[in-house]
């Protein structure tokens, strides 16, 4: 299987997620080729029978440059087999409303860029504090007290699941490709 994995990240735990992902894969026997999405251009789809796509959510909103390349792309995107892994630390949450939250921001991702996956995966996140400039670190300290008290300003904390993470590529990949009808 040929896969393409594109991704855009703020401060680094999505490329990080689509890193493991291509390890994986690859592991699994199949070609993967991993970009940014501000390096796809107008790389054409054709050679890639799935595409992987990771963003992650900041303050209710995915990088402009997903947003972009999904709406300039999204004719290509709907005949190819596709996922979304939407990375974000409220995906860590079993609140209802931080669920609620995640299912606004994908419905106002589709209706932006007018791509609609065949799979989405809500991916948990990290706090980076490594990353942070101090403007964000003073915000991630509030969101911090208010989520998970353990969380220490200057430490990082993962909370991606990756065994969760590698059962859905394999799934994903798993499935028969099936080109949707235009």
Known sequence: MTVLILYATTEGQTRKIARRAATHLIAEGHSVELLPVGEAGDLSLDGFEKVLLLASVHAGHY????IAYAKAHRDQLARRSTAFLSVSLSAASAEP?????????IRRMITETGWAPERIEHVAGAFRWSEYDLLRN???RWIASQRDPSVRAG????????????RFLDAWVGEAVSVPSA
């Open 63 to 66: 990088q402009p440059a997903f």
């Open 97 to 105: 409303e931080d669920r609620e939250g995640l299912d606004d921001v």
């Open 138 to 140: 003073w915000a991630m």
């Open 155 to 166: 430490q990082d904390k993962e909370y991606t699941d990756w065994a969760a993470l590698d």
